[in-house]
């Protein structure tokens, strides 16, 4: 899929190890996006960036790092997992007039053991 | 922060028929409200959007229309197809963060 590429696709790992997914974008877009995906609750924002080395915190960011060296690359680390960080992370990337329009990455199933 | 409420939670509509999903979001400041659609299995897709001085959009089957006054804004599709069938989420922005409702699970029944 042309754009975003997520890495791992899929990841079990046990509580209390560091866990860091990947994104990776060809678009050269500005703002990129870390969501996870749970049922009920639809999609939440983790953590964005608006530029190299520039981020800042969505509304579920407790126990969640990011860090942007490169315009295209966001990582997503969580410090010491738990099971409540068993979910579905997407990536994305925000193009468009005011960058508002947003294009997803494939996903990341992580499971926390 | 911003609310966003999505109903219903599932729909289930014969082939042909019309499907309409509702979002009402709660700070007035919002300005910017996309929808998504979500096979199973696979990424979230823009598939409409409308800006906050804009009443109603369409494009072919589906439509949106906002209701400022009321805090309210709707998907429409009409004729509905089996594929068709899938997630749709709508979602609330005033800049970078976007709300996300919780979804509703359209079928299309052939």
């Known amino acids: 899929d042309a754009g975003i590429t997520q890495s791992p696709r899929h990841k079990v790992t046990e509580t209390g190890t560091p866990v860091t997914l990947r994104c990776h974008q060809t678009e050269n877009h500005r703002y990129m996006y870390w969501y996870r995906q749970d049922p009920g609750h639809g999609l939440r924002l983790i953590h964005y960036s608006y530029g190299v080395k520039d981020t800042d915190k969505g509304e579920v960011s407790d126990g969640y790092s990011v860090s942007r060296s490169k315009t295209e690359d966001f990582l997503l680390t969580l410090e010491s997992a738990t099971s409540s960080q068993t979910s579905v992370y997407f990536c994305a990337t925000g193009w468009g007039q005011g960058y508002e329009k947003l294009f997803f990455g494939s996903g990341t199933q992580l499971s926390v053991l | 922060g911003e609310n966003v409420e999505q109903h219903p939670s599932t729909l289930s509509v014969q082939e042909g028929d019309s499907a309409v999903i509702k979002c009402t979001y709660s700070?007035?400041?919002?300005?910017?409200f996309p929808w998504y659609k979500q096979e199973l299995g696979k990424r979230p897709q823009l598939i409409i959007d409308i800006r906050s001085n804009v009443g109603e959009k369409k494009d072919q089957r589906i439509a949106v229309t906002l209701n400022k006054t009321a805090k309210h804004f709707s998907l429409h599709i009409t004729e509905t197809q089996p594929e068709d069938s899938a997630v749709y989420f709508c979602?609330?922005?005033?800049?970078?963060?976007?709300?996300f409702g919780t979804g509703t699970s359209l079928t299309v029944i052939p």
């Open positions: 700070d007035s400041a919002s300005n910017y």
């Open positions: 979602a609330a922005t005033t800049g970078n963060q976007f709300y």
